[in-house]
């Protein structure tokens, strides 16, 4: 009697579905996956200097995964994400100057960036936006000089990486790769789970309406410390990946760990990609490494170029590349919001952006 | 330019190394004395930064304060990068010529004060005065702040508001150039200094001495030269990192900074 009454009370609500996403996400899963042993099996086929190639763009992929995930979708501008790349790497050569295999020690430069990203939130924590930006640049300075005082680990010039000295030249890349592909997919897929959480519902009211969150009873300041913490953790895998196929670990701005460039590079690639969508990163990390490869003889205008590139499209074409593919077509390969069916809407039928939350 | 378009100009710093920049190039082609100059590269500046508001950085604030961070940013590693492939990464200075400026004198017996030095200070507390006196009584100084009370109401009385951020923007840009044209005249100017150096200890001392508070950024910058000093006497490696320390600690213990607006946090 009960359950009759309720479905006659709302006979609109009978037809209405929600789902991930407006189309099957089924083969888009099994697309990623294709994609990823294909690419898993690339240092059997490619030679070494393909493989060497793509490691970088892993690395890049990784870090622009990481901004993205605090810029795009937290609101968190950070400019300092060097410093955690420089603490991966470093916890990488620590453990392995006594005698833990660098393997092992991306786990420890994982874990220990994301520690370290704790105590340095509480300092940048109340800032907001342009503020935050620059307090992340300073923290990142400051930790720079830090490493460079403590001489033991190379201070200001830095130190070759022990523990991989008997590798054969073709293998230490082919597993370098595997590494690097290994934290590239979990930072990915890390941050899709993520998102399809609480969390990144938590992650969107914020950015919809702050205040209105807040008075919900959102916690707002735990979920951007999450964010903040997950993001120096896979910065800091990053780094320790860096580290393993530079070989060596040298700090200082230029050219070194904790170099600007590396936040310009991870920043680049996702607001030519499209900030504030999962697909983006991995869209501009493709335009990077090859406009990188264009005009790697010209020095540093492969970052000039990227930078001009990201400024016409932050002022031209906000949603990046991958945003403009999105509304055009409408794919989603990694679907964090909801679809709400409208009663009688069927899969691939007129496109009703009005009904697609997020 | 912070606050009136309430704009993080990520390129601050490395603005001020262009204008050092322009002044070696204005000196090297005209062979002029370096203070001549100063006003020449500021009036540049003005100019450019007049363009750059109007196209670019206009464009970008009405897309919101991301797009401005990420633009502002973008044009901050151009110009680093441009720097480089130009001028190479040596560090150059201005030389000065002048015996004036190379001399100095003594207070007691232990303190030494170059002219140059003392000189500068004079002018960056006479530049602040100036711009107090110019956004509190000239024309354009009534349109800056009209604007940045309200912008709808300012353009409803006619001012155009995009003209008026120009002028703001062409302001910023000149203060910077004179900032930029003394570094070069003190030390050295290199492509990276300017986030390295400038911008940090720039937004550290606008932090130290609180947000929104002109004397209190004077003060800032203040303690950050003696904490600087104090901290280049243990080690001359600790002097950017003690900086930094009074940074960080203004930042924990008291995050409204020393001159605190009161009620408004």
């Not at chain 2, 602040?128 to 009385?157: C, N, P």
């Not at chain 2, 290199?190 to 200890?201: A, K, N, R, V």
């Amino acid at each position: 009697m009960t359950v009759n009454q309720t479905t006659t009370g709302q006979p609109d609500l009978i037809d209405v579905r929600v789902t991930r996403s407006r189309r099957n996400t089924l083969w888009s899963g099994l697309g990623a996956l294709i994609v990823i042993v294909v690419l898993f099996r690339l240092p059997y086929f490619a030679g070494p200097g393909t493989t060497g190639i793509m490691i970088q763009g892993l690395i890049v992929l990784t870090l622009a995964s990481m901004w993205n995930l605090l810029a795009g979708y937290a609101g968190l501008v950070s400019v300092g994400q060097q410093a955690f790349l420089g603490l991966g790497a470093y916890f990488v050569l620590i453990p392995a100057m006594h005698g833990i295999t660098p393997w092992f020690g991306l786990v420890i430069a994982t874990v220990a960036a994301g520690a370290c990203a704790l105590p340095l939130w509480w300092l940048v924590a109340r800032l907001r936006l342009g503020y935050f930006a620059i307090a992340t640049w300073v923290l990142a300075s400051a930790v720079m000089l830090v490493v460079e005082q403590i001489s033991s680990i190379g201070g200001g010039t830095g130190m070759p990486l022990p523990g991989i000295s008997g590798y054969d030249p073709a293998v230490l890349t082919a597993d370098t790769y595997w590494a690097a592909l290994t934290v590239a997919v979990l930072a990915i897929g890390g941050v899709y789970l993520l998102l399809r959480s609480r969390v990144g519902l938590v992650l969107t009211s914020i950015r919809d309406d702050e205040k209105a969150a807040r008075s919900n009873g959102v916690r707002v300041g735990f979920a951007r410390l999450l964010v903040f913490v997950v993001a120096a953790a896979g910065c800091g895998a990053a780094g320790g990946v860096l580290a393993i196929q530079q070989l060596q670990v040298v700090p200082g701005t230029a050219g070194g760990v904790f170099s600007v460039q590396w936040t310009a590079e991870m920043a680049f690639a996702t607001i030519i990609g499209g900030i504030g969508t999962i697909e983006g990163p991995i869209v501009g990390t493709i335009v990077f490494m090859v406009l990188q490869q264009k005009l790697q003889s010209y020095n540093a205008w492969y970052l000039m170029v990227l930078g001009l590139v990201a400024i016409v499209i932050a002022i031209f074409a906000r949603r990046g590349l991958w945003g403009t593919i999105d509304e055009r077509f409408n794919i989603r390969l990694f679907p964090v919001g909801y679809h709400l069916w409208a009663p009688g809407e069927r899969r691939g039928r007129k496109r009703a952006a009005a009904h697609t939350a997020q | 330019m912070f606050g009136v378009m309430k704009v993080v100009n990520l390129a601050h710093g490395d603005l001020a190394v262009v204008a050092g920049y322009i002044g070696v190039g204005v000196i090297a082609v005209t062979h002029m004395p370096v203070l001549w100059s100063i006003p020449v590269v500021v009036a540049a500046m003005a100019i450019v930064g007049y363009i750059l508001q109007r196209s670019v950085i206009q464009s970008a604030l009405s897309r919101g304060e991301l797009t401005t961070l990420i633009v502002t940013f973008g044009l901050s590693i151009i110009i680093e990068n441009g720097l480089q492939q130009f001028f190479t990464a040596n560090s150059r200075g201005l030389g000065v010529g002048d015996t004036f400026i190379t001399d100095s004198f003594l207070i007691g017996s232990q303190i030494i004060i170059p002219y140059l030095n003392l000189a500068i200070f004079i002018i960056a507390v006479v530049v602040l005065l100036g711009l107090q006196q110019y956004l509190s009584f000239s024309r354009y100084g009534r349109l800056i702040r009209a604007v940045a009370d309200d912008r709808e109401a300012a353009q409803l009385s006619g001012a155009d508001y995009r003209h008026v951020f120009g002028i703001a923007a062409a302001i910023a840009f000149g203060t910077v150039a004179i900032a930029g044209m003394f570094q070069g005249m003190i030390t050295t100017i290199s492509p990276t200094l300017g986030t390295d150096t400038i911008l940090l200890f720039a937004f550290a001392s606008v932090v130290i001495g609180g947000l929104g508070s002109l004397w209190g950024t004077l003060l800032g910058g203040v303690i950050l030269g003696v904490a600087q000093a104090v901290g280049a006497q243990f080690n001359p490696s600790y002097e950017t990192l003690a900086g930094y320390g009074v940074f960080l600690l203004v930042l924990v213990v008291r995050p409204q900074g020393l001159i605190s607006q009161g009620a408004t946090s």
